[in-house]
């Protein structure tokens, strides 16, 4: 009886492991994907320049180096799909 005892033991300890396992990787995967590129968004410099927290140079230099590292992103990006069609254009807007 003490050897069932024993396994029992064991397979709860291993299950309760397992949960803790698995807990972990979850919130590491929803952690993953709470961040959107580790910088400043424009609607991020626009808040602290209301905010008095940046000088109007400051958000000037910040949103120039936002908008060129935007601009490379879709360069690289079109590089890459070289094939893909350009949007539509002579479609009434909506």
Request: net charge positive; glycine share 8%; charged share 30%.
């Amino acid at each position: 009886m003490s050897d069932v005892m024993f396994w029992a033991v064991v397979l709860i300890g291993l299950l309760l492991a397992a949960f803790v396992g698995v807990a972990q990787v979850k919130k590491r995967l929803v952690k993953d994907d709470d961040l959107s590129g580790g910088g400043f968004s424009l609607g991020d410099l626009r808040a602290l320049h209301r905010q008095g927290k940046m000088s109007d140079e400051e958000f000037e230099k910040a949103k120039q180096v936002i908008l060129a590292a935007t601009k490379r992103a879709a360069e690289r990006q079109a590089a890459k799909n070289p094939a893909s069609p350009a949007p539509r254009t002579d479609r009434p807007p909506r």
